[in-house]
Nanobody, 119 residues
Framework: QVHLVESGGGLAQAGGSLRLSCVAS????????MGWFRQAPGKDREFVAG????????YYSDSVKGRFNISRDNIKSTGYLQMNSLEPEDTAVYYC????????????WGQGTQVTVSA
């Protein structure tokens, strides 16, 4: 079992930045790929970004490519999502996920953190 806890959400203005963190505990974090999904009100959960176990490969949804950056620190068992040039359309609950391999399917999930972007 991998236990994931997100933090760093909050309120930002359009054009601003936020950094989300995801701290993992339980099994060895470096054995897992991880990433981020989000769910806006009334919409399905959607993939945002993923990164392999070593941090050498990452991929993004088209909607965030060029604005968001995913990274990880296996020593700290923590993953990050740096969100820049935020848009109101980025407003959602953001979930951290972990899987044994890419592409991410969500074997393990965090509880989510709210991100709200005002115009």
């Amino acid at each position: 079992q991998v236990h994931l806890v997100e933090s760093g959400g909050g309120l930002a203005q359009a054009g601003g930045s936020l950094r989300l963190s995801c701290v993992a505990s339980g099994r060895t974090f470096s054995n897992y790929a991880m990433g981020w999904f989000r769910q806006a009100p009334g919409k399905d959960r959607e993939f945002v970004a993923g990164i392999n176990w070593s941090g050498t490969y990452s991929y993004y949804s088209d909607s965030v490519k060029g604005r968001f950056n995913i990274s990880r620190d296996n020593i700290k068992s923590t993953g990050y999502l740096q969100m820049n040039s935020l848009e109101p359309e980025d407003t959602a609950v953001y979930y951290c996920a972990a899987d044994r391999e890419l592409p991410l399917k969500g074997e393990f999930w965090g509880q989510g953190t709210q991100v709200t972007v005002s115009a």
